[in-house]
């Protein structure tokens, strides 16, 4: 199933209109301030040159010197990846973020699910989400690295917070890697992500996203904010006191930690529906997940009364 996190509208249809506070994806909730742009970024079609000055800044940021590619969020290129070759056998590590799979699906790979990292030697394609999106599961680069695998996709999608064991300063044409612009961020809306790897494929991967695969805006908002260092330093350390926090209030209300990152929490609950609806109740989205009973992930609240409407929906 394609289901997904931020399904406000779903939301408001079961528990009607209000101020909704959306838990449910694991996106920033205290977003980069939006700079002050010039009316060209909204007025004339990006520039070769805008696109390289976001590249300097990503490569930066990410600490990396492989080739790249600007795209339309992470999202974009997960579509394009299983164009790159003839369909054959791809594993993706699972349970994960459902698009992978989907995506290779329709574009006629045969896609095994696996439960472990060893599992996946032998394919052609790859597919590792780290840290993995539900739950948090993280990989060694010397684990990942000793896959047996044609091509590995490492999607980095939540590794902004914590990134020491980033493989993106070795991407290449076998070892593509992803990176998430609107998670960490905050700022979704924007649609930007980046694809690493060697310059064959990301060659390719740019004939497929044609000239213009980022907007005007987001080129610029992009490079102002991937080269603004405090506020990344000082956001690392607020996300990682508030998932803290976060936890206590879960441990209080009679969940435990099934895992997580910096951006989202994943619990076990007495009953996902039941504890998803019971904060719908007071206008506070989550996601529960399809293949299990009992997980129901949240992301950080955005501000304090966010977090003071949280512990009262959840009695605490």
Known sequence: MRDHGGNLDEARVAWGQGDWIDL???INRQPYPLP???PEAWTNLPTASARAALM??????FGTAAPGLAVAGAQTAIQMIPLLESPRLARVLAPTYNEHAACLRQAGWRVEEVGELDALSGADLAIVVN???PDGRHYRREALRSLSVGTLLVDESFADPAPDESLVVEASDRLLVLRSFGKFWGLAG???GFVYGGEEVIRRMSALAGPWPVSGPALEIG???LGDLDWRRET???LSGEATRLDDLAASAGWA???GTHLFRLYKTSGANKAQAALARHHIWTRRFPYSDTWLRLGLPGNESEWQRLGAALGV
């Not at 300097?56 to 940021?61: G, I, M, P, T």
């Open 56 to 61: 300097e800044a990503a490569a930066a940021a």
């Open 131 to 133: 840290p993995n999106n």
């Open 236 to 238: 690392i350390r607020r």
């Open 223 to 225: 490079r102002i904010a």
């Open 190 to 192: 924007l649609r930007l």
């Open 36 to 38: 002050e742009l010039p």
């Open 24 to 26: 449910s994806t694991g």
């Open 257 to 259: 930690l099934a895992g």
